[in-house]
């Protein structure tokens, strides 16, 4: 299957999900995951509509962006976990960072956003379990989010998060649910509105659009199986 058919399919899903939910089609962005994947691979999914790429590697991500920097109109986005001394790249190429977990790494990202005048636009990355290394646990989030209120240059957007893994899909609702109830309580708490939640990935996508995703994270089912 090209990735033109797949890309198709998937805004299908997207499309009924959102249709089961009662939420509007627009309010789904549809991010390709395009760790490992290369520049033409890109270009295709480019060419069948899609505009957001999500890069998990600043180094990858940075090479890929630079060979693309005629295509104005792609949003990137880095969804993986970011280290400090990386910051200032993600800064310079990056439209939203995913995946800002502590408070050292706002305050790198603050920094860096501040030199070169850019209010740099954040997800907070929430841990749901001992299988990912990255993410703030949730009983650190309030702090993290205050604090991060504070950063003249960072906006924090909303929440992101990669649940554990399940044979069964079903049982990833509750994640997703979860992560939609913090970022409400964050609103009612700091009287703010936050835009964005970043869940979902090829196998459990249309669940999290049921639950709110506003950015669904796609890669094998538009590229295929990553080798
Ligand atoms: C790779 C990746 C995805 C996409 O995963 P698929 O299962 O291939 O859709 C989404 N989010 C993050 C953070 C990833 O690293």
Redesign the pocket.
């Known amino acids: 299957m090209d990735i033109c058919t797949r890309v198709e399919i998937v805004r299908k899903k997207i499309e009924r999900a959102c249709d089961r939910a009662g939420r509007n089609l627009e309010e789904v962005i549809l991010l390709a995951?395009s760790?490992t994947q290369s520049v033409d691979k890109i270009l295709e999914a480019y060419r069948c509509g899609v505009r957001y790429f999500?890069e998990?590697r600043v180094q990858e991500g940075v090479e890929k962006i630079n060979e693309l920097i005629d295509y104005k109109d792609i949003h990137w986005h880095l969804?993986?976990g970011l280290q400090i001394n990386k910051a200032k790249h993600a800064v310079n190429y990056f439209q939203i960072i995913h995946s800002l977990d502590r408070e050292e790494l706002a305050n790198e990202i603050n920094k860096r956003a501040e030199r070169i005048g850019k209010i740099q636009s954040c997800l907070i990355e929430v841990n749901f379990g001992e299988e990912s290394k990255y993410g703030v646990d949730e009983d650190k989030l309030f702090q993290l989010f205050e604090y991060c209120q504070k950063k003249n240059s960072i906006k924090v957007e909303g929440l992101m998060a990669?649940p554990p893994y399940f044979e069964d899909v079903e049982k990833v609702r509750p994640f997703f649910a979860k992560l939609r109830d913090l970022k409400e309580q964050l609103e009612k708490s700091y009287n703010v509105n936050l835009k964005h939640l970043s869940m979902g990935?090829?196998?459990d996508f249309e669940v999290a659009i049921e639950e709110g995703a506003t950015i669904v994270?796609?890669?094998?089912?538009i590229f295929g199986e990553?080798s």
């Open positions: 995951a760790k999500g998990n969804i993986g990669i990935m090829s196998r994270r796609i890669g094998s089912a990553r």
